[in-house]
């Protein structure tokens, strides 16, 4: 059982390239979470998916864009990446019981734009 | 997004010590959650407390959903060395799926 998958786990890009982080869970959850985390800053909710079919913007969706693919997969995509999108992206999903908070994480995946 | 105050930011531990955190919000959330981060993973939830008041363990660890449901509290009893990491607050309002989380504790073995 592995839970929630995030590939690549490392990239580096260069300004103004484009790129997408995937992400899939076998738990079958119904909803989806994109998160960015910066030293002294926490977690921040990017864009989320409640169920399949629906997105949203969370905290700080400016540069972003997501497709929920199906109800395993949800992916993130920078069209044209910026030093200031480099961070380390955590994938999440959550349950029927989602209301609830508890959310499962997969590893991360760190990107530096260059 | 919401502003969760989480302190102390950094804490320094010594095996056997107990320890404790706390989070402070100027909302009103309906659920206070604590995860807890291992270097190189993502976060791991520890404990979720649903009512205003509840105090909750999880072996070592009692967490206690504020009165005012606007602060939590996580106490670490007879600290050991497994427990460094990153502790986070989060907060959820009512029908919401959105967590807020804090900026983190980051918690160091004293050397």
């Known amino acids: 059982n592995a839970g929630v998958t995030q590939t690549p786990k490392f990239q580096v890009l260069k300004t103004g390239q484009s790129m997408t982080l995937q992400c899939a869970q076998d738990?079958?959850?119904?909803?989806m979470y994109w998160y960015r985390q910066d030293p002294g800053m926490g977690l921040r909710l990017i864009y989320y998916?409640?169920?399949?079919?629906?997105?949203d913007k969370g905290e700080v969706p400016n540069g972003y864009n997501v497709s929920r693919l199906n109800k395993r997969e949800f992916s993130l995509r920078l069209e044209s990446a910026a030093p200031s999108q480099t961070s380390v992206y955590f994938c999440?999903?959550?349950?029927?019981?989602?209301?609830?908070?508890?959310?499962?994480f997969g590893e991360g995946s760190r990107l530096t734009v260059l | 997004g919401q502003q969760l105050n989480q302190s102390p930011q950094s804490m320094f531990i010594q095996e056997g010590e107990d320890v404790s955190m706390n989070c402070t919000s100027s909302s009103i959330f309906n659920t206070w959650l604590w995860y807890k981060q291992d270097p190189g993973e993502g976060p791991v939830l520890l404990i979720a407390l649903y009512k205003a008041g509840e105090l909750t363990s999880n072996g070592r660890l009692t967490a206690q959903f504020g009165t005012t449901r606007k602060d939590s509290f996580l106490n670490i009893s007879a600290s050991i060395p497994s427990d460094v990491g990153i502790y986070f607050c989060?907060?959820?309002?009512?029908?919401?799926?959105?967590?807020?989380f804090g900026a983190g504790t980051t918690v160091t073995v004293r050397a």
């Open positions: 738990m079958n959850h119904n909803s």
């Open positions: 999440a999903s959550g349950g029927t019981a989602s209301l609830t908070g508890e959310l499962f």
């Open positions: 989060a907060g959820l309002f009512s029908n919401d799926y959105k967590l807020s």
């Open positions: 998916s409640a169920s399949e079919g629906t997105t």
